[in-house]
């Protein structure tokens, strides 16, 4: 019997969950190192942890590492249909975290699990999407005087909390992870360029080559998304509703242009946007018979499916994450994982190497909320550069690249103005 509480599908599973969650290891060299420190350091002692993450063979590394340094901690699920089941129960079984995290759970049980790890009184806590924060505030203010800080995965959450310090509602010291070049350069970029690939083609087992793939959002996931597309020999067509960014979409050789046009001639659709109805129900009628709609962004939102269910004449799944819907007009759509992020849902989401410094920015976020405790203002911080960077040297050494240094002669150039030509 397990020494924990716990909410999981199978506990049988845990043999492979472990495997899985090994595995990811060998790719995690920098949160090893960290581990490592923490074990012998113990920053996080005394300090109750809850988070909220997609409930991956990454995450169990971050929850082990911030274990070590010991923290009390707890996990649930930040989408309902993410959660990688056995690596749940491993969690559970072999390592004695408490977790809550069922794939496919109701979002009666998303709320159930999230609030069994509120129900641990965390001094920190750590979202994907902003939801532990949000339930704190909306829920369970008495809780908020407990906690030192929330660290935010995600650029959707990161807009969330933003809005919430515009609107004066935030009562925590907030760091973004998110915002770290460590995070956002690589996870969004490469780690969604690919999984979110990886998801589609898991799904549906289509060729890319030839198809038009229409990309909603053009920030760093749609950068990563739009340059593996392409390269898989697919023709771009980038939807963005900044002119920068649009223009740099032209720049990169992709076609840009309104989702109204973009909706008649796409073979797929993927959503990266971090907002809502960014294809509506209006655009989805314009669409080709047989389009494909799918999207990697935090919600499901980005996509107005429930107007696409009402409107329907007849839906049924026809794979594994693709469900068929037939509108009045005969025309055939297919939504791929329920609308949601695809790469989580259909693939295993981001490679454990791109978490490595995602979770190491976590980690390091724990530690610093830990030694900055009472000091923090009620805002949302960047991780110190410092950090950033020190978490981007780990990560060249481990992949055995040189790092450069400038001379003398060279930093007194760059600090002086003098010299001219
Ligand atoms: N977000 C995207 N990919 C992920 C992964 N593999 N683990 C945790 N969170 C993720």
Same mark, same amino acid.
């Given at each position: ?7 999981? *599908?199978? $506990? @049988? ?21 960290l581990? *490592? ?5 113990k ?14 063979d990454s ?7 911030? *274990?070590?340094?010991?923290? *009390? ?42 609030n ?13 999407? @902003?939801? $532990?924060?949000?339930?704190?505030? &909306?829920?369970r203010?008495?809780?908020? %005087?407990?906690?030192?800080?929330s660290s ?5 959450g !990161? /807009?969330?909390? %933003?809005?919430?310090?515009k609107?004066?509602?935030?009562? /925590?010291? !907030? ?26 083609i898991?799904?549906?087992? /289509?060729?890319?080559?030839? &198809?038009? #793939? =229409? ?18 020999? @697919?023709k +771009? =067509? ?6 920068v ?12 242009? %309104? ?19 960014? #294809?509506?129900? &209006?655009?989805?009628?314009?669409m ?19 107007? $696409? ?7 049924? +799944? ?12 005969? %025309? ?9 992020? /695809? ?6 989401g ?21 030694k ?6 009620v ?12 978490? @981007? ?29």
């Amino acid at each position: 019997m397990p020494n924990v509480l716990y909410d999981v *599908k199978d $506990l @049988a599973l845990a043999k492979q969950g472990k495997l899985r969650i090994e595995w990811a290891k060998t790719s995690m060299p920098v949160l090893q190192l960290l581990q *490592k420190r923490f074990e012998k350091e113990k920053p996080l002692k005394g300090l109750t942890l809850a988070a909220c993450l997609h409930v991956t063979d990454s995450t169990a590394n971050l929850m082990i590492a911030l *274990k070590a340094g010991g923290a *009390k901690v707890s996990l649930c699920a930040s989408n309902p249909l993410s959660t990688q089941d056995d690596v749940a129960a491993s969690l559970v079984k072999d390592f004695d975290i408490p977790t809550y995290a069922i794939k496919g759970e109701d979002t009666k049980t998303y709320y159930k699990h999230m609030n069994a790890v509120l129900d641990t009184h965390p001094n920190i806590t750590m979202d994907d999407g @902003a939801d $532990l924060v949000s339930l704190l505030h &909306k829920e369970r203010k008495g809780q908020l %005087k407990e906690l030192i800080g929330s660290s935010e995965e995600t650029t959707t959450g !990161v /807009i969330r909390l %933003k809005a919430m310090q515009k609107d004066g509602a935030l009562k /925590i010291p !907030v760091l973004a992870v998110n915002d770290s070049d460590t995070k956002h350069l690589f996870d969004n970029r490469y780690g969604t360029g690919q999984s979110t690939l990886d998801g589609i083609i898991r799904a549906t087992n /289509i060729l890319l080559a030839g &198809k038009i #793939i =229409v990309i909603s959002g053009y920030g760093w996931c749609g950068h990563g998304l739009a340059m593996r597309a392409s390269g898989m020999g @697919a023709k +771009v =067509v980038v939807v963005e509703v900044d002119p920068v960014r649009a223009l740099e979409a032209v720049m990169d050789g992709f076609q840009v242009m %309104k989702i109204q046009d973009a909706a008649k001639i796409g073979d797929l659709f993927v959503t990266v946007t971090g907002n809502k109805h960014v #294809i509506s129900f &209006k655009n989805m009628q314009r669409m080709k018979d047989g389009a494909m709609i799918s999207n990697s962004g935090h919600f499901n939102v980005e996509l107005e499916l429930d107007a $696409l269910e009402k409107a329907a004449k007849s839906r049924r +799944v026809v794979r594994n994450f693709v469900e068929e819907f037939t509108l009045k007009n005969g %025309k055939k759509l297919f939504v791929l994982g329920e609308g949601r992020l /695809i790469n989580l849902v259909a693939a295993e989401g981001h490679p454990a190497e791109v978490m490595d410094m995602s979770f190491a920015n976590q980690a390091l976020a724990a530690e610093f909320f830990a030694k900055n405790k009472g000091k923090l203002n009620v805002q949302v911080y960047r991780i110190p550069e410092d950090m950033d960077k020190e978490i @981007a040297r780990l990560k060249l050494k481990a992949v055995g690249a040189g790092l450069d240094v400038l001379t003398k002669e060279q930093k007194n150039y760059l600090s002086s103005w003098q010299e001219g030509t």
